[in-house]
């Protein structure tokens, strides 16, 4: 009768035998498929390099081809995130492989720092369409023209200085080019046009409760005349009206006196000591002839 110690180790010892050839099995099968993927790598660099640079003319072809820093007007976000998806697929490193660094193939390196130009190509015209997005907001529906400045852009009547403040602040993240000039050129027309309504604005409420002169009152009328926005300008000459009731005369007509009236209209403050005298006076002349 075999002995129940030796019975144990003939287990102990199967067992054993076992997990060596499963191992070893193991070990031979990881090792094949290793070189599989390291063949895998080899024969998938011409194809990824092929298709890198066939995305690489797409991602040009969102810009305009003599002004590389602009985005062609037909260039959405849309297109921007499928060449975004094309190119993170492109296979590039170890990692995607799953090989080893030292079983990469030559000129692969190569590949990879293509992939990361393409990538960053794609992100600049991702955040430049975020930014013009941002930036038309501004503006009414005629937004501005992201090729070429045009200086016909109407900001919105609903426009804060927070607004502008927020734009300028992201504006700060991006790079000096021909992009940037643009965009900074569209925000300082904005801020020119918002400081233009905030000080009519002022002026009205300041002069409710003032006694003005008719040169006064004709340079804030011309100033509304150039308000661009047509909201904003009709509601500050229905305001406008009740300051023109003083002097007998409409806003547009005394915007009209503007250019030859304007010269004693910013400096009240004469120096001779005769300002004041010779602002009523003016101011009289003008109101004898309404």
Request: net charge negative.
């Amino acid at each position: 009768m075999e002995k129940p110690f030796l019975k144990r180790a003939s287990v102990y010892v199967t067992g054993i035998l076992a997990l060596g050839i499963c191992a070893a099995g193991y070990y031979v099968s990881n090792q094949k498929q290793y070189q599989q993927r390291v063949a895998y790598a080899n024969a998938a660099q011409p194809r990824e390099e092929n298709e890198l640079n066939d995305l690489a003319q797409q991602v040009e072809e969102l810009y305009l081809e003599d002004e590389q820093d602009l985005l062609k007007e037909e260039t959405t976000l849309s297109d921007v995130t499928d060449l975004k998806n094309e190119v993170h697929r492109i296979d590039v490193s170890a990692e995607d492989f799953q090989i080893e660094e030292n079983a990469l193939p030559q000129g692969i390196q190569e590949l990879a720092q293509q992939k990361e130009s393409v990538s960053d190509r794609l992100t600049d015209a991702e955040d430049k369409l975020h930014m013009q997005d941002q930036i038309d907001g501004l503006f009414t529906e005629e937004t501005p023209d992201w090729q070429e400045y045009k200086d016909d852009v109407i900001t919105d009547e609903d426009l804060q200085e927070e607004d502008m403040a927020d734009v300028n602040d992201n504006l700060g993240f991006f790079e000096d080019d021909q992009w940037l000039e643009l965009a900074q050129s569209y925000t300082q027309e904005a801020n020119e046009q918002f400081q233009s309504t905030e000080d009519i604005q002022e002026k009205l409420t300041q002069y409710e409760d003032e006694e003005i002169t008719y040169e006064q009152y004709a340079a804030l009328a011309a100033q509304i005349e150039e308000v661009r926005n047509p909201e904003q300008q009709e509601r500050f000459e229905e305001t406008a009206e009740e300051l023109g009731d003083r002097f007998g005369v409409s806003t547009q007509a005394a915007a009209a006196e503007a250019p030859t009236t304007s010269a004693a209209v910013e400096d009240e403050t004469i120096v001779d000591g005769q300002g004041e005298e010779q602002g009523a006076q003016v101011e009289q002349e003008n109101t004898e002839a309404y």
